[in-house]
């Protein structure tokens, strides 16, 4: 029999199944939506990179801080936030989690600590580290999860960040979801330094590249970096090798990589390799994975119809929180 | 009422804050060790320590971004650009983030930051230190723009910056750090959006911010002296605007003159005289004077500067000119 703590290892790891599930049915349900011209805008896709979402958020505390790029519903999912109020939001509806006005690409919900979805290249990771000054002068171990793509490091504002959070010991995680693509440009097309997490070693902080398709490995290098950054020993940068499955945004027909490439990626699929894992080791019995994905589908669905029932926000609201009181 | 400086009306302001809440803390180029660029923070270092005052690597976007992120976190963060110059590398920061995010988040995070630099031209420093583009702020929604002219406002203006919710692009004309000016000892507070009656008159407005209000006032005195009785508006901000007393003044005097040292096309003196017309035209006798900086990138060579910037004689010849 499992001690109690491989048990809770194990339910444990069909949540995080659970939750990579909730995240790909949203995306493609949020692509039919977007099919429909129900969500207008650029509609980015996590499809495909549900693993590193998982596995980093899922290893936070509750006064963590995390701050997204634009391609972050899967990251606001993963810290709880409410799958309706995020599909709302891209529907634009008030029922949205930024009431309509932000759209997908700006998710934001305070109260989990979740400082939004950026949508300028780089431009966040400044943010990331005024965040953590915050957390720095509160003393308690809190940090700054920061999310971003292989596209931002040959931005400057990639390397102000990362400069001044090791001049001054920034408790920020920065984690570079490297899905080889930065909108249709592969990363050895325009960076020097192909492997992303070296180009981090030139700040003097501990990095590390992680299997981005395996919640497990994810999991594990977050919580060591975690540890590493609540000692107050400054910052730590994750690489995620992943892949996303679909094209940049839902205008991009994908001229510049093949199928094969693709399908090779999705052969390491992040949800079907945890699903087989558990299923051989007992932990998901028979019909449990179909028994998980119906209540996923359902739950998903309640979100879009949801989103579909919330109102539009009142137009007499455009003018109104513009500045603070 | 005691007399100081423009620097030192702002360094008390700061010390003031700094010393009376926690939550402020100052990050900026050489504002430290060094003592600020223009001296403003000279000894905060040894008072109030590095972790307050936090002396940043040459990296304009990281700063403000850094404050941006701070104040989202409920802090009070100061950020010093020591010029607007260098505020265009941190560009990104000012309009894609801080203009937006409590807009964005739906009222959700606030950015209470005041981001401060000096301004303007007038010290032969060339082209690439000399600009005026205070009215680039004014343009974006979501951001506040003050633009002192003496040191009680300096004073009043900064308190209530540093009280402001939101993200306040505070900026200080180079020439104004030495002037000297009245200022109470009790506590006052400038509010956003009042412009400075500064000289009351029935023959013309003359309508000037940070440092073209001198050029207005040694206007406004040539002017008298041919008899001409002018009405000198300072606008403190650009953002809230005090579109009120302007048009309330136009309507006195029917006739305007704005004075600026930024470019004069596309410039702020434009949305001025367009406000002008669209509020008060029926009571103008003549059209609308600019008189800006010279179109050019600023020359070093002291006379070609001089004639790149607007002087008191070039508003005398304007108002000479419609009156």
């Keep these: 029999m499992a001690s109690i703590a491989e048990r809770s290892a194990k339910t444990g790891l069909v949540a995080d199944l659970r939750m990579m599930m909730l995240i790909r049915r949203f995306e493609e349900r949020a692509a039919e939506a977007y099919a429909r011209r129900k969500i207008g805008g650029f509609l980015h896709l996590y499809i495909g990179q549900e693993a590193v979402a998982v596995g980093a958020v899922g290893a936070l505390r509750e006064d963590d801080y995390v701050i997204s790029h634009y391609r972050e519903h899967g990251h606001a999912l993963a810290r709880g936030m409410e799958p309706g109020a995020v599909m709302a939001e891209l529907y634009g509806r008030s029922g949205g989690v930024s009431g309509g006005r932000g759209g997908s690409m700006h998710l934001f919900d305070a109260a989990r600590r979740f400082m939004g979805g950026w949508a300028i290249v780089g431009g966040h990771l400044t943010t990331a580290c005024g965040l953590a000054i915050a957390q720095q002068k509160a003393g308690e171990g809190g940090v700054v999860l920061c999310f971003f793509g292989d596209g931002a490091v040959n931005e400057g504002e990639f390397h102000e960040a990362l400069n001044l959070a090791s001049v001054w010991r920034l408790p920020v995680l920065f984690l570079c979801e490297n899905n080889l693509y930065g909108m249709g440009t592969a990363v050895e097309r325009v960076s020097a330094v192909e492997e992303v997490y070296k180009r981090a070693q030139a700040y003097e902080m501990p990095t590390e590249r992680v299997d981005g398709m395996d919640v497990v490995a994810v999991r594990e290098s977050v919580k060591n970096a975690l540890a590493h950054i609540r000692l107050g020993e400054g910052p730590y940068f994750l690489e995620a090798l992943t892949f996303r499955y679909r094209g940049h945004s839902m205008a991009d027909a994908e001229l510049y990589r093949d199928k094969d490439e693709i399908g090779n990626w999705r052969k390491r699929d992040a949800i079907e390799t945890l699903r087989l894992s558990l299923e051989k080791a007992g932990t998901l019995g028979e019909g449990q994975f179909d028994a998980l994905q119906a209540e996923v589908d359902a739950e998903v669905e309640a979100a879009a119809e949801f989103a579909e029932n919330s109102p539009e926000p009142p137009l007499e609201s455009l003018h109104t929180r513009v500045y603070a009181d | ?323």
């Design chain 2, 1 to 323: 009422m005691a007399e100081i400086t423009f620097r030192e009306a702002l360094r008390s302001t700061l010390h003031e804050a700094l010393s009376t809440d926690e939550r402020y803390f100052m990050m900026g180029e050489d504002i430290g060790a060094y003592g600020g660029s223009y001296s403003v923070t000279k000894g905060f270092l040894e008072e109030f320590g590095p972790d307050r005052i936090r002396d940043t690597p040459i990296a304009e976007s990281v700063i403000v971004g850094a404050g941006v992120g701070a104040a989202m976190a409920g802090l009070r963060p100061i950020v010093e650009l020591m010029t607007i110059n260098f505020s265009f590398l941190a560009i990104d920061q000012i309009i894609n983030t801080a203009s937006k995010v409590f807009y964005m988040s739906n009222g959700q995070i606030n950015v209470p930051l005041v981001i401060r630099m000096a301004s303007g031209g007038g010290s032969q420093l060339g082209a690439q230190h000399s600009h005026s583009l205070e009215g680039w702020y004014a343009h974006v929604p979501g951001l506040k723009v003050c633009v002192p002219a003496d040191p009680y406002d300096a004073k009043g203006l900064l308190r209530t910056a540093l009280k402001d919710n939101n993200p306040v692009i505070f900026i200080e004309h180079t020439a104004l750090y030495a002037k000297k000016g009245e200022v109470p000892e009790e506590h006052y507070e400038v509010p956003f959006g009042k412009a400075d009656l500064e000289r009351v008159g029935d023959d013309v407005t003359l309508i000037g911010y940070g440092g073209s209000v001198s050029q207005v006032l040694q206007a406004a005195d040539l002017l008298a002296a041919e008899g001409v009785e002018a009405e000198c508006l300072d606008l403190r901000t650009l953002r809230p605007l005090d579109v009120d007393t302007i048009v309330a003044s136009v309507k006195k005097t029917n006739r305007a003159v704005i004075v600026e040292d930024d470019w004069r096309f596309g410039g702020f003196g434009g949305e001025l005289a367009s406000i002008i017309q669209e509020q008060a035209f029926d009571y103008l006798d003549a059209p609308v004077q600019r008189i800006c900086g010279a179109d050019v990138p600023m020359p070093y060579n002291r006379t070609l500067e001089q004639a790149a910037l607007p002087q008191p004689e070039d508003v005398f010849d304007a108002v000479m000119a419609i009156r």
